[in-house]
């Protein structure tokens, strides 16, 4: 794992956007992991503004809410085309995100993992941290095995996007999400964390020990993942100065 403090989130946006530039120059046609969340918004703005060229780029998402459309503006569907997608130049056929109106979902969580095998795998998988821990809908608890399927969602969770639903409208229940396994296939991870409210997450996620009660843990078995922090988020690691040294020294390694 690679722990990388940076300032502030739009320092955070900045090195996050880099490393995907770097990852889109090596393989034009990289296969892109998305998360939803308002994490990665500072770095989607980046590349948008950047008015990149990636009509080859495959696209995929890590998660979504069961029960509705892509038009419906609560979907996660709608967000990533909304703050992503409609403002790239991208192929529309490259763009496979999960639909939380499917009739089967378990069919559809198979087809999508047949899709992502279709497409060689992902490449960069970006992620955010819930309070819970959780990466994608994998809530505490979920099987640090699994794969894309259903998935229920934690009282924590529910509150968190209660606040994007309007008044008296439930929010819903169930999610359909890759799998902590589907994730961990990806050759290359990313997660973000902003703010106070993740410095516990983050602790536990970097610091251990592995537990499927924080699913986020499951980073430390991949073999490249970067997690990438403003001074809040981590804030409560005990080893901030070694990870600041590490960053500072990379280019010696191997000197
Ligand atoms: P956030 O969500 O980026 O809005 O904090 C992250 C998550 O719940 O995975």
């Given at each position: 794992m690679e722990v990388i403090l940076r300032p502030d989130g739009e320092s955070v946006a900045a090195t996050a956007f880099e490393l995907v530039l770097s990852a889109l120059k090596a393989k034009p046609n990289l296969v892109l992991g998305l998360a939803t969340g308002n994490t990665p918004l500072a770095l989607y703005r980046r590349l948008r503004e950047a008015r990149l060229d990636l009509r080859k780029v495959r696209f995929f998402n890590l998660d979504e809410l069961v029960g509705l459309g892509p038009r419906d503006p609560r979907s996660f569907q709608h967000f990533l085309r909304a703050n992503l997608l409609d403002g790239l130049r991208v192929t529309p056929g490259n763009v496979r995100l999960l639909r939380g109106d499917a009739d089967d979902l378990e069919q559809a969580a198979a087809s999508y993992e047949a899709a992502i095998r279709k497409a060689g795998g992902i490449d960069l998988q970006i992620l955010g941290i819930g309070r819970n821990g959780h990466i994608g809908f994998n809530e505490p608890g979920s099987s640090l095995g699994s794969r894309t399927r259903p998935k229920t969602l934690e009282a924590t969770t529910l509150a968190d996007y209660a606040r994007g639903?309007?008044?008296?409208?439930?929010?819903?229940?169930?999610?359909?999400?890759?799998?902590?396994?589907?994730i961990l296939e990806a050759r290359r991870l990313l997660l973000l964390a902003t703010g106070g409210a993740k410095a516990e997450p983050i602790r536990r996620v970097v610091e251990g020990p592995v537990t499927s009660e924080v699913p986020g843990s499951a980073l430390q078995f991949h073999p490249l993942a970067h997690v990438i922090l403003d001074e809040a988020a981590g804030a409560r690691l005990s080893r901030r100065d070694y990870w600041k040294w590490v960053y500072a020294n990379k280019w010696r390694v191997g000197q």
């Open positions: 639903f309007p008044a008296g409208k439930a929010v819903p229940r169930f999610s359909i999400t890759m799998g902590i396994g589907t």
